[in-house]
């Protein structure tokens, strides 16, 4: 079938296909060009090529259980879909949140940023030719998930922040592995500075390409760092501060003419700044419970004495389950018993504990926020990442949608790509950071 | 320093030995050959591209075990990596890119989603990729780590180096 663009072309100009799997860019997305000679005239995006129906499996699944497809929705910043997530389950069932908890949700969220913007900047300058900054960055992102696998147990795929609180608690050498993340990740960021800033090639093809007017952007709904980078000041954590946002002490960085260099630089001055929150929040995190000695009898000779008598000893868990041993509760997770997930310590040694862990994963029991609808944002690695919530009362959500940042900006990608060279489309691209998980869910 | 030049010297003169030679059959040379120069085409779609990334870079280095070279032309490369979710949209786009690949071509399936669909078992998305194309090794993981990775690539160095190897002028029995 003939799409838009075959139909509406002139018969003088040439009809070119990037894409859905193109040498020079990254991504499931398909861009006709209408050209003429190295110019664009006109282009058609096509989205969908990793339509995963994410919304619609959502609708099948428990509030609990839903948690793991929100990793792989912005597939580079995990953590903050299962923040925006998770915020959004809470906002609908009134749930308070412990104060480590939250500065521990900062950190990860920072973090988790933090390798957002690396990645997506180090596929941009990749394309343009730039493979040192590429390699520079990934050394970076590294480190960064050396971090994130210490306090989560996975690399990208984390699923650690639940719903009342997060999976565990910090490791004990945490600040160890931060410190060396922060200090690499500054170093690397003042090395790609060093070489993408006043380098000649990089700039020729960043540089007033793709302008986008802050009207334009706030039309077309931008979010995030791309709308920053036009200069228009608005930032979820600031507009509509939620956890510890707004007692921490740190900029917005704006662009000014909303072009892609402007769109690189928005960004990495954004890592700065969440290196600077992520020092804050660690700094200030408060202190927990003292760490418990190792030992503890073994679960299964627990539930052998359950049978008998009431296990007073403390049981040692697996250490898949390190840093979510139940004395850690308080400082982690809500308290609540509906909405979290019962102590294993419990579940493994007593019969109510097990009717508990039990009526907490039935079906058709577990957690059931009350009837009603919830819109919930957090900024996310793109921009403004929300979730909309309709329920029912039971204990799936009866509709669930997801405002994907990057969809509202590839949607610009058509205008800003007009009557610039075939070349243009590839830095341009970059500079979005298109995420096909989020856009196309 | 001076006299471990001159015995240097001294052992450079000396003749190698008569006789120094291998014997091996055309086959496992080829298959030894074949092995070390695997150029890959990541076919990246989802998530587990990050992960393919990691393994692409220093940290992990996937070219310590002689597939380094990353060829974004199906034309040019020998193992075609599939990483990530395979909707039924793309399907058709991954059989061209298979198709377009030369002999001889190993595909690498990476990650669960290529695997047999993985968490996404629905409407959408391709229940394995061994629906569409045939797999040499499969990669299990949501994502995997890149030691997972590096590890499939061992496994599949070792299959191509016993596989029947094809040649130009090699005699047909069937
Ligand atoms: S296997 Fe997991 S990480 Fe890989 S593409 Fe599928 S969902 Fe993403």
């Keep these: ?441 | 320093m001076g006299v471990t030049e001159k015995h240097m010297s001294r052992d450079k003169k000396k003749r190698p030995p008569a006789g120094q030679f291998i014997t091996t059959q055309f086959n496992s040379l080829l298959g030894w050959a074949r092995k070390f120069s695997l150029f890959h085409y990541p076919f990246v779609t989802a998530c587990c591209g990050m992960e393919y990334m990691s393994a692409a870079c220093a940290h992990f280095d996937i070219d310590r075990f002689g597939a380094g070279w990353t060829r974004f032309s199906p034309r040019q490369s020998d193992m075609l990596l599939v990483v990530g979710t395979i909707t039924h949209k793309e399907a058709p786009v991954l059989r061209t890119v298979y198709e377009q690949m030369t002999e001889p071509k190993w595909v690498v399936a990476f990650g669960t989603c290529a695997v047999s669909g993985g968490i996404y078992d629905n409407y959408a998305v391709v229940q394995g990729i061994d629906r569409i194309i045939p797999v040499d090794i499969y990669i299990p993981g949501c994502p995997p780590r890149p030691e997972t990775v590096l590890d499939g690539l061992l496994k599949l160095q070792e299959k191509i180096q016993h596989q029947d190897q094809d040649w130009r002028w090699k005699k047909r029995t069937y």
């Design chain 1, 1 to 441: 079938m003939p799409t838009r663009i075959q139909k509406e072309a002139r018969p003088d100009t040439m009809l070119l296909n990037m894409g859905p799997s193109h040498p020079a860019m990254h991504g499931t997305i398909r861009i006709m060009l209408e050209l003429d000679g190295e110019r664009i005239l006109n282009s058609e995006v096509e989205v969908g090529y990793l339509h995963r129906g994410f919304e619609k499996t959502c609708e099948h699944r428990t509030y609990f259980n839903l948690l793991p497809y929100t990793d792989r929705l912005n597939y580079v910043s995990p953590l903050i879909n299962n923040l925006g997530y998770v915020m959004t389950v809470e906002k609908m069932l009134g749930v308070v949140v412990p104060e480590r908890a939250q500065h521990i949700r900062v950190l990860m969220s920072e973090l988790s940023r933090i390798s957002d913007h690396l990645t997506c900047l180090a596929a941009m300058a990749m394309e343009c030719g730039a493979f040192t900054v590429f390699l520079y960055k990934m050394k970076a992102r590294e480190f960064i998930w050396d971090v994130i696998e210490q306090t989560t147990g996975a690399r990208m795929t984390t699923s650690y922040i639940r719903i009342g609180g997060v999976r565990a608690d910090l490791h004990t050498d945490f600040d160890v592995v931060l410190k060396k993340a922060v200090a690499e990740t500054r170093g690397v960021l003042k090395d790609v500075h060093g070489l993408l800033d006043k380098n000649k090639i990089f700039l020729n093809r960043t540089r007033d390409v793709a302008v986008m007017s802050p009207e334009d952007a706030v039309a077309y709904g931008w979010t995030g760092p791309c709308l920053r980078s036009t200069g228009v000041l608005y930032d979820v954590r600031k507009a509509f501060p939620y956890l510890i946002y707004d007692r921490l002490n740190w900029d917005v960085p704006l662009g000014e003419r909303g072009d892609n260099f402007d769109r690189y630089l928005v960004r990495m001055r954004e890592m700065e700044q969440s290196l600077r929150i992520v020092e804050q929040a660690a700094a200030r995190i408060p202190k927990t419970s003292p760490a418990l000695t190792a030992g503890g009898i073994e679960p299964s000779a627990a539930i052998r004495d359950s049978r008998r008598r009431r296990v007073r000893e403390a049981v040692a868990l697996s250490p898949n389950l390190e840093g979510s041993e139940e004395y850690r509760y308080p400082d982690i997770l809500a308290s609540d018993k509906g909405y979290v997930v019962p102590p294993k310590e419990e579940t493994y040694t007593s019969i109510e504990g097990l009717i508990n862990h039990f009526k907490f994963f039935m079906r058709g029991h577990g957690i059931r926020p009350p009837k009603g609808d919830v819109y919930f944002a957090v900024e996310g690695g793109n921009g403004e990442l929300g979730f909309y919530i309709v329920s029912d009362g039971t204990d799936r959500p009866y509709r669930l949608h997801l405002r994907a940042p990057c969809f509202h900006i590839v949607a610009a990608l058509e205008q800003l790509i007009r009557g610039r060279y075939v070349a243009d489309v590839i830095p341009t691209f970059g500079s979005m950071n298109m995420i096909g998980g989020e856009l196309d869910r």
